[in-house]
């Protein structure tokens, strides 16, 4: 097991010397006797409708016809083996995608089969999900190759080790238990037994025999995305298939333990280091736990009016640009597109957050209706469906936030009134999916990018691997920072800003860090002073830095990414060309040369980076000082241009 928890604490980057906070918000305040009085049976646990009239009194006729689709897709679906090929793929050339291609297909259609028997009730999809259930008993590992101890290869059957995809599996038959239970037992009760036996052996046992040893549940350690979105599906399967009271409330109390350990690992603002693309996983799997907490309480477990909880929630809003774009930091994309309206405004209603309701409801008015239960989180897709019925109609314009500070991941955003947008952070390269990007910041105008972050491209074996920073979209040089002496930033909690301090007012919006200790020794960097500011009364970001280096440097570059087309025609001025408007960038000419490049997109791990950008050509706009000097300071202007 040692060697196990070794290997996976790599793949996933948990970051181990994180400060945590012992708050133990849920131990604190409930004991294993309250969760014993108030556990809810399974023969009365009701958390979706199980018949066709109560499907058709809580979902719009609409989604149910479009589930029923789903499922009559899963009648065609042949639950094929998973190919050993694909497993040892990963082992050989990093490959994921083709095992789980394979994997998370089967079980996505054997969810949707049983949603849809149980909508329309006639028995029609009953052959087809026991041909997935038997499919999924009888596979060796329900976890994915990226999560196996690299030596081995492939999985240890004698040994299972709880990893996302097999607690995402666990809940999918939970599911499938649940909806179509009875008419299993028809078949024979030996079904359910099976699904019972299966789930103790892959997922509970191993987790509750080894509970303080998973690194996604230490208790001393800042855990990431991992432990809530593992311990949601642990709360809801148990929820869903245990029916001994007894073992039913021990183990709920256990993913309100585990879920703790997630919540002691925030900050006092409840920031998501990883950025809001995996807040979805990270603080929504968070509410997950809460919310099947209560369902199985009898609403007795609640902390949503804790101050945290409503930080942690209010976390993704504050973290939105414009239209699907989001602030993306690390391994974060620049766009969310299946972020769901009606759970944003589940979340806002639990914790009485208007902000949040409203911006539910405008996600919901804007966005391309996804009417399928999931590939994961199925649970929570389901109630989305369920929620959809009781949404208002989006009315009052949504207003997002003007500013932003997230002191505990030390981000800003801020906007003018000429929808000019700056985010920015300072932190350290330290995070879990990180990238070097401390002091990194993005530009939008009118919801458009001008300046990015690259973010994330196709994770395989390299993408987790001491290799990680090889990519250079994990590269500082690859960022908009600065390159001294041909070093970019390290990576490491101890590669951290210092000095950090924000600042609002009427007029501008500004974040200082001095970034010098990002960097490697051989930098020679003694100080590095930047400046991010949003000038709101001018329409203008200002970026100044002021250096102090240990003697004269070899080179001094600056970089600047964009995906809109770059003009360089004019000296001492860079025009950013988008679809709508015009950014213009204006510097000292006669301090820098100016240069473009195309990043390398050969390799399997650049393979979705583009598709974030609309496929859009990803431009680095590289400064080169003429005449670098020890000590200095440069200032970039950027505006809108005409």
């Not at 939008?444 to 994330?456: H, Q, S, V, W």
């Amino acid at each position: 097991m040692k060697k196990i928890i070794i290997a996976v604490a790599v793949i996933t980057c948990f970051n181990s010397n994180a400060q945590v906070t012992q708050r133990n918000l849920l131990m604190s305040k409930y004991t294993l006797s309250d969760i014993n009085q108030a556990i809810v049976p399974i023969e009365k646990f009701k958390p979706f409708p199980s018949s066709p009239e109560e499907w058709k009194q809580q979902v719009p006729d609409s989604i149910l016809n479009k589930l029923i689709k789903d499922g009559e897709r899963g009648l065609k679906f042949k639950f094929n083996s998973v190919s050993f090929s694909s497993i040892l793929a990963f082992k050989k050339n990093g490959t994921r995608s083709l095992y789980e291609d394979q994997s998370f297909v089967k079980r996505t259609t054997l969810a949707q089969l049983a949603v849809a028997e149980s909508i329309e009730g006639k028995g029609r999809f009953m052959d087809a999900i026991m041909e997935g259930l038997w499919s999924i008993c009888e596979e060796s590992y329900w976890g994915v190759p990226a999560h196996i101890i690299p030596s081995q290869g492939i999985a240890d059957v004698e040994n299972p080790y709880v990893e996302l995809f097999t607690a995402e599996t666990a809940t999918t038959l939970g599911l499938v238990n649940y909806f179509v239970g009875d008419k299993l037992d028809a078949v024979s009760p030996l079904l359910r037994k099976r699904i019972v036996l299966e789930v103790n052996k892959r997922f509970f046992k191993p987790l509750i025999e080894n509970l303080d040893k998973y690194p996604y549940l230490k208790k001393d350690v800042k855990v990431n995305n991992w432990n809530p979105w593992i311990m949601s599906n642990f709360i809801a399967t148990n929820l869903l298939i245990e029916k001994d009271n007894a073992k039913r409330s021990e183990m709920l109390y256990d993913g309100m333990k585990g879920v703790d350990r997630y919540f002691n690992g925030l900050g006092d603002d409840g920031g998501c280091d990883e950025g809001a693309h995996y807040w979805d996983a990270a603080g929504a799997s968070a509410f997950d736990c809460l919310e099947w907490a209560q369902k199985g309480t009898n609403n007795k477990v609640t902390i949503f009016d804790v101050p945290l909880i409503q930080k942690m929630a209010s976390y993704i809003y504050k973290m939105h640009i414009g239209g699907n774009y989001f602030v993306n930091i690390g391994d974060g994309e620049p766009t969310i597109n299946n972020l769901s309206g009606a759970f944003l405004y589940r979340f806002g209603i639990a914790i009485n957050d208007e902000q949040m309701k409203q911006f539910g409801l405008w996600q919901s008015a804007n966005s391309k209706p996804y009417y399928s239960v999931d590939s994961f989180q199925k649970f929570r897709s389901i109630e989305n469906f369920i929620t959809i019925k009781t949404m208002p109609t989006f009315s009052t314009p949504y207003k997002s936030p003007e500013h932003v500070w997230i002191n505990d991941v030390q981000t800003m955003t801020a906007r003018t009134k000429g929808n000019l947008f700056l985010g920015t952070h300072a932190g350290h390269n330290g995070k879990s999916h990180n990238h070097n990007d401390v002091g990194d910041f993005l530009i939008y105008l009118n919801n458009e990018p001008f300046l990015i972050d690259a973010g994330r491209g196709t994770y395989t074996a390299k993408t987790f691997s001491s290799h990680r920073y090889e990519l250079w979209n994990n590269q500082s040089q690859y960022h908009n920072l600065p390159t001294i002496n041909g070093f970019g930033e390290h990576e490491g909690k101890e590669f951290t800003a210092k000095d950090v301090v924000n600042t609002t007012t009427a007029k501008e919006d500004k974040l200082v860090m001095n970034i010098a200790g990002t960097y490697p020794k051989e930098a020679g960097v003694v100080s590095w002073k930047r400046t991010n500011s949003l000038l709101k009364d001018k329409e203008e970001v200002m970026v100044v830095d002021e250096y102090l280096l240990d003697k004269k440097p070899t080179s001094l570059q600056q970089t600047f990414m964009t995906v809109a087309k770059v003009d360089l025609t004019q000296k001492g001025k860079v025009i950013f060309v988008g679809d709508k408007d015009k950014l213009v960038l204006r510097y000292d000419g006669e301090a820098f040369s100016v240069s473009t490049e195309t990043p390398l997109m050969t390799g399997p791990e650049y393979g979705k980076l583009m598709r974030h950008w609309d496929n859009k050509v990803i431009t680095r706009v590289l400064f080169t000082a003429k005449d670098p000097q020890a000590k200095g300071k440069f200032i970039y202007s950027f505006k809108k241009g005409e």
